[in-house]
């Protein structure tokens, strides 16, 4: 079965173990994170095939990413260089509020460049899902994203997009029309409900912004709503799903293991209505525990939370 394949930057993950100010932390753990190799790892975990296209520094953290993403079984083709490997620090605030501080200006995720592309990983794929931070990166690297694009659709290959504006990357000015580019060439396109607004400006309400999305060429377009669940609109019809209640610890990662888990359900064939509430299972349960992909949860963690078969293969 041919499964997803991704490409961008994963980074070193620094992460504070308990609550307060980074400053008053004695230890950080280390782990690995990455929107597009989340996304991976939640499509793994769900027994469906999975490959990550991306550069890492000839360094321990690039080991240690390469390695966590292989122990995970994602297939993992990266040029190694000697640019160090990129790191992410996060802390949770008092209060709960988690944040991110990258440290990757420069780093291997923006040497990224077509040639890294192996085109027969992507055309044997059965969807090729990219995110709007790798573009973030720099010029070349958006250029990757937009070849990796090109290949998809030339070998008749699925293409998913995972909005994830990141603000602290790019101001909406100079993201608003890659990202906005990269949706009109998209098949399925994941929006959060606080970045819709930025691809749809003159659509009054979230229907009419996901109806503008639609009207670019996007097959399905699917709003996460955080807590509120979610909701798709495909073929003009709007399809909702309410969020799954859980005891939040770690907010981080969960639109990527939904993303991961609707187009693990897409691969299988499943309908819109199992490919969202999978999706809800697997970002409220992407929640409760620390790691932005830890929490992603296997076939049998998914079909205990739901009380069902899950999606077996
Ligand atoms: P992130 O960027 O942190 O990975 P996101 O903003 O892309 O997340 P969210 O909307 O926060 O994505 O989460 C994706 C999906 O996961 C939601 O649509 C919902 O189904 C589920 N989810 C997220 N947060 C919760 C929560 N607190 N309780 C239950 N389900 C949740």
Same mark, same amino acid.
């Given at each position: ?175 608003? /029309? %890659? ?6 060439? #998209?098949?399925?396109? !994941?929006? +959060?409900?606080?970045?819709? =607004? *930025? $691809? @749809? ?43 799954? /209640? %859980? ?6 990662? #969960?639109?990527?293991? !939904?993303? +991961?888990?609707?187009?693990? =359900? *897409? $691969? @299988? ?45």
């Amino acid at each position: 079965m041919t499964g997803l394949v991704t490409v961008g930057e994963t980074m070193a993950l620094l992460s504070a173990p308990g609550e307060g100010h980074l400053r008053h932390q004695r230890s950080l753990d280390l782990r690995i994170g990455g929107a597009e190799s989340n996304a991976a790892i939640a499509v793994r975990r769900l027994g469906t095939p999975a490959a990550w296209i991306g550069r890492l520094g000839r360094d321990g953290m690039g080991d240690l990413v390469e390695s966590t993403l292989r122990g995970e079984g994602v297939d993992v083709h990266v040029v190694r260089t000697d640019t160090p490997t990129s790191i992410m620090v996060k802390e949770r605030r008092p209060g709960g509020a988690t944040h991110v501080r990258y440290y990757r200006r420069g780093g291997p995720g923006s040497e990224l460049s077509p040639r890294d592309l192996d085109e027969a990983v992507i055309a044997g794929a059965g969807i090729l899902h990219v995110t709007g931070i790798t573009p973030a990166l720099s010029a070349s690297a958006a250029e990757t994203v937009f070849a990796a694009i090109e290949i998809a659709r030339g070998a008749g290959v699925d293409v998913s997009f995972d909005v994830n504006w990141r603000p602290t990357l790019w101001a909406a000015t100079d993201a608003t /029309p %890659v990202l906005h580019e990269i949706a009109s060439r #998209a098949d399925v396109v !994941f929006v +959060g409900d606080d970045e819709v =607004e *930025l $691809l @749809a400006p003159r659509a009054d309400n979230e229907l009419a912004q996901a109806h503008a999305l639609a009207r670019l060429g996007v097959r399905e377009v699917v709003v996460k709503r955080g807590a509120r669940g979610a909701v798709a609109l495909l073929d003009d019809v709007l399809v909702e799903q309410d969020a799954f /209640p %859980v005891r939040v610890v770690d907010p981080v990662g #969960a639109g990527d293991a !939904f993303a +991961g888990a609707y187009l693990a =359900e *897409l $691969l @299988a064939g499943s309908p819109v209505e199992q490919r969202l509430r999978t999706a809800a299972a697997c970002g409220a349960l992407a929640t409760t525990i620390v790691g932005d992909w830890e929490a992603a949860p296997t076939v049998d963690d998914l079909a205990t939370f739901l009380g069902g078969p899950g999606v077996r293969r």
